[in-house]
């Protein structure tokens, strides 16, 4: 290989992989010294000196100008330094640059510089992955899909340049997901382990929600309308909170959209999933009660500020809406508002002492919760 086809190897390395000239150079003078160390007994002071435009690459070997060779891979006498370089006067001491041609190198040394060149484009290819997958953490991608798994229904996507894989339980909202079509998904998370970098993608986290309606919503993504918290049961419900700085601006209504499509729109992304949202409140009992829409609430009791616990009554016919299907929005008000939440009923049919069974208890989860509303699409 010439030197101009060394250079285009590795413009067309830069273009393709986006592993750069200069970094390719570096592992290839890295590999020129590992293989002069084995090939000259130890001697890896090698000057080497590369220029794209030109297509030059010179590479030398530093040796030392002694009146009689001891060691030839380290010294060169004083008349062989003057036959090297006839425009400079040397003396005993000296160092002197000695043209090297790698084709001479030995073939275990040349073997052993081609793994090194192997492990840099390695080891860039990696970096490059790592580096694209960090400037898309906590943001939404469109991927396409190169290919899905017949037994277990995963995904391999391509994000840009690399390859990430979307799980059958993260695919909410494709249920007919074939090869080539082109998705969104959120990069919830970035691993680098001895496999690689890798991206842990996502469609059921809150956070491809808050995404979503900061996408659809220009008033989100203004700042005029704010997203408080989140709350998800991936493919089924999701409770959102928001607050509008602006007191001309409806933030439930900016987020609904004209005849509702603006939620319509991240309904049909997510598969039908419901969307609750309410709007926040520094205080908490009317957080609360508008978290647990679209039951109404008759009133909220706080009980232990510390351990954010409360009691909430509802109307007895809308207990079991507070509730919701198995709990699920007690549960979704629950983590949305960070409170523990007794719900009973206004009768007082499970009684009104505190040491009295309460009718549904929900606790908030661990995970903070992202978003939450007051009005509720179509059930």
């Not at 203004?222 to 928001?242: C, L, N, Q, W």
Request: proline fraction near 5%; include cysteine.
């Amino acid at each position: 290989m010439t030197n101009k086809e060394l250079f285009e190897a590795l413009k067309m390395f830069d273009k393709e992989k986006n592993i750069p000239m200069e970094y390719m150079l570096a592992q290839i003078q890295k590999a020129i010294e590992i293989a002069c160390k084995s090939y000259y007994g130890g001697n890896e002071n090698v000057v080497f000196k590369a220029d794209p435009e030109k297509c030059t690459l010179d590479v030398k070997l530093v040796k030392t100008v002694v009146d009689e060779v001891d060691d030839p891979n380290f010294e060169v006498t004083l008349e062989e330094a003057q036959q090297i370089n006839k425009r400079k006067r040397f003396a005993v001491g000296d160092e002197i640059e000695v043209p090297l041609d790698p084709k001479r190198l030995g073939r275990i040394a040349v073997s052993s510089a081609r793994n090194v060149i192997r492990q840099g484009i390695r080891a860039g290819e990696k970096g490059q992955s790592l580096l694209e997958f960090q400037s898309k953490l906590g943001e939404i991608v469109t991927a396409s899909v190169e290919r899905i798994d017949a037994k277990s229904g995963a995904a391999t996507i391509m994000i840009g340049k690399s390859q990430a894989m979307l799980p059958k339980q993260e695919q909410i909202g494709l249920p007919d997901l074939k090869e080539g079509d082109l998705v969104k998904v959120y990069i919830a998370d970035v691993k680098d382990n001895e496999r690689g970098p890798h991206a842990i993608i996502s469609r059921s986290h809150p956070g491809f929600v808050r995404r979503l309606f900061e996408k659809e919503v220009p008033e989100i993504f203004d700042g005029v309308v704010e997203i408080k918290a989140v709350s998800r049961e991936a493919g089924s419900r999701t409770k959102m909170a928001v607050a509008s700085n602006n007191p001309d601006v409806d933030a439930i209504g900016a987020c609904i959209g004209p005849k509702g499509a603006r939620v319509n729109a991240i309904v049909s992304e997510l598969g039908g999933e419901k969307i609750d949202i309410i709007i926040y409140s520094d205080d908490p009992k009317e957080y609360i009660s508008s978290a647990l829409s679209p039951a109404s609430v008759v009133g909220v009791d706080i009980i232990d500020e510390e351990t954010k616990s409360c009691k909430a009554t509802v109307p007895d016919d809308q207990l079991s809406l507070a509730i919701g299907n198995k709990g699920q929005n007690a549960r979704l008000a629950a983590r949305l508002t960070g409170w523990r939440i007794d719900i009973r009923p206004e009768s007082g049919f499970y009684g009104e002492d505190e040491d009295d069974e309460p009718a549904k208890t929900e606790e908030p989860a661990e995970e903070t919760a992202e978003v939450t509303t007051e009005e509720t699409t179509e059930e």
